[in-house]
T-cell receptor, first 115, second 118 residues
Framework: AQSVAQPEDQVNVAEGNPLTVKCTYS??????LFWYVQYPNRGLQFLLK??????LVKGSYGFEAEFNKSQTSFHLKKPSALVSDSALYFC?????????????FGKGTKLSVIP | GAVVSQHPSWVICKSGTSVKIECRSL??????MFWYRQFPKQSLMLMAT?????????EQGVEKDKFLINHASLTLSTLTVTSAHPEDSSFYIC??????????????FGPGTRLTVT
């Protein structure tokens, strides 16, 4: 069975500083990895994904993530945090293969960017 | 971009009544839609996978007779919470896959429906 771990419930960072939101995964085979962001009382918005190719993936709003196969990690990063980045961030994984398109989500990490 | 809508965005109902939540893909056809439930400050829990023209596949522990799912067309799936109780109060989110895209593409999420049962 596949699983995702987001070890931090909350991450606080000062505006303008770099931010990292951690994610590790467990899946059979090569994973499809995703990051989503959720603002209060809203659905999830897609940020970026890793399917294959370059380990550094660039996504929306200046976010990027690095796929590290040896460490089974897919940490989300941004060079300079904005107050508007404050939200709930979810990492998700899908095992490649026929039939199932289900995503398994981590528990989420609340990011607070302090002015 | 692909847009998924949900209706209503919030609903309050009395205990014992039934509530229907709609999930629509507005600019693409979705052979597969997913229904999630999210408790406060928690992750999304997959309830069921809805396939157009066939019965939904429910996750373990989800009562199929309580959470009725219908996916009658390529753009609409509905979730009906029957005989709702206060413990069914939650944030329900749907997502959809574009059938024209490959397996590696992301799911598109609706904005969610806040259900409160009094």
């Amino acid at each position: 069975a596949q699983s995702v771990a987001q070890p931090e419930d909350q991450v606080n960072v000062a505006e303008g500083n770099p931010l990292t939101v951690k994610c590790t995964y467990s899946v059979s085979g090569n994973p499809y990895l995703f990051w989503y962001v959720q603002y209060p009382n809203r659905g999830l918005q897609f940020l970026l994904k890793y399917i294959t190719g370059d380990n550094l993936v660039k996504g929306s709003y200046g976010f990027e993530a690095e796929f590290n196969k040896s460490q089974t990690s897919f940490h989300l990063k941004k060079p300079s945090a904005l107050v508007s980045d404050s939200a709930l961030y979810f990492c998700a994984v899908r095992a490649p293969g026929a039939g199932s398109y289900q995503l398994t989500f981590g528990k989420g990490t609340k990011l607070s960017v302090i002015p | 971009g692909a847009v998924v809508s949900q209706h209503p965005s919030w609903v309050i109902c009395k205990s014992g009544t039934s509530v229907k939540i709609e999930c629509r893909s507005l600019d693409f056809q979705a052979t597969t839609m997913f229904w999630y439930r999210q408790f406060p400050k928690q992750s999304l829990m997959l309830m069921a996978t809805s396939n157009e023209g066939s019965k939904a596949t429910y996750e373990q522990g989800v009562e199929k007779d309580k959470f009725l799912i219908n996916h009658a067309s390529l753009t609409l799936s509905t979730l009906t919470v029957t005989s709702a109780h206060p413990e069914d109060s939650s944030f329900y989110i749907c997502s959809a896959r574009d059938r024209e895209q490959g397996a590696s593409y992301e799911q598109y999420f609706g904005p969610g429906t806040r259900l409160t049962v009094t």
